[in-house]
């Protein structure tokens, strides 16, 4: 596996071969007999029957070992796939998705990421941990038994670096941060709310890219989703994400779900150095999960520019419309 930069847009590539991985109930390597053979990472509750374990990605798309550094080839950037990749089994049963969990089980996955997440940002080469799920045959799920993943990389992912940019010069401008604005003019109008419990909100947001996109926003200012404050009472984040996805899943096939959260502050080297006195003040962290619909567009990997059939004023109308509870 290597990297390379584009020089032009600045998105890194991962580049490689890679096996196709075998799909049938038997053949699941997440199964708790099968797991029980290999090396662990981490397990919760972590005495007695495990409900979450984590594990080293049995085909890495990086690796902990090696060269990390960046090579100059001409005028390109390459280096090598450096970084850690994990998958976070969810469940012992082979049938059950997270939708189906208690809130008590959500919240333990959650307690996972974090705890990972923390983990890895001990490591001073990583400069950002990602935490994703991909639920779904369209959504290029790994195997069909509840999981995420998790994947610690040396650079920062473009769409971060996006967000990033943009939250440090409203703060430069505002000196407030862009997240919580946000909440507070949904608040106020109300119209693209799908949910709230406690201070979590679930939201279409205003330009949303694709049909029911939703984000999960915590209405006190943080920008570290692995460093919950005393008061965060992630029992709430938990039920609203159960009752999200079974929301989600009457709609939707399938749906992509990332956790957004600060990079690394660790390296102060590369391509975010000097930005690090504000970050704390004006990045927020939040759940981004995109639901894949049959009729999506496929136009967007061409023009990179989104095309969404659905206003989100009528798809969050549409999701609260729908019973959270089953
Ligand atoms: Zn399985
Ligand atoms: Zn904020
Ligand atoms: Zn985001």
Redesign the pocket.
């Known amino acids: 596996m290597e990297l390379r930069r584009d020089p032009i847009t600045q998105s890194w590539v991962i580049l490689g071969q890679r096996d196709t991985l075998s799909e049938s109930a038997e053949e699941c390597p997440l199964e708790p007999a099968k797991i029980e053979k290999q090396r662990t990472i981490l397990t919760r509750p972590s005495e007695g029957p495990w409900q979450v374990c984590v594990l080293p990605h049995p085909q890495p798309l990086y690796h902990v070992e090696g060269e990390p550094g960046r090579l100059a080839e001409g005028m390109y950037d390459k280096m090598g796939a450096i970084g850690a990749h994990e998958v976070v089994v969810e469940t012992p049963l082979h049938d059950k998705r997270m939708s189906q969990f208690s809130d008590e089980e959500i919240e333990r996955v959650l307690w996972v990421w974090v705890a990972r997440i923390a983990d890895l940002k001990k490591d001073p080469r990583f400069k950002y941990v990602s935490v994703f799920k991909n639920q779904g045959a369209s959504a290029g799920e790994e195997w069909t038994h509840a999981h995420s993943q998790i994947t610690a990389t040396i650079f920062v992912p473009r769409r971060i670096k996006y967000e990033l940019s943009s939250a440090h010069e409203w703060f430069k401008d505002k000196e407030r941060?862009?997240?919580?604005?946000t909440?507070r003019q949904e608040e106020k109008q109300g119209k693209r709310i799908v949910d709230v419990q406690g201070d979590y909100y679930a939201i279409c947001p205003y330009a949303s890219r694709v049909p029911y996109e939703i984000w999960l926003l915590h209405r006190?200012?943080?920008?570290l989703f692995e460093q919950p404050r005393p008061a965060a009472n992630r029992k709430q984040l938990a039920a609203l994400l159960g009752r999200v996805l079974r929301r989600v899943e009457k709609v939707a096939p399938a749906f992509h779900l990332v956790v957004h959260t600060a990079p690394s502050t660790k390296s102060k080297k590369g391509e975010l150095a000097g930005y690090w006195k504000t970050l704390a003040?004006?990045?927020?962290w939040h759940i981004e999960i995109l639901p894949i619909v049959e009729r999506r567009s496929k136009s967007y990997s061409i023009k990179e520019v989104y095309f969404n059939g659905e206003l989100p004023e009528e798809a969050a109308a549409q999701l609260r419309a729908l019973d959270p509870n089953s």
């Open positions: 941060c862009i997240f919580c604005d909440v006190r200012h943080n920008h003040e004006d990045y927020h």
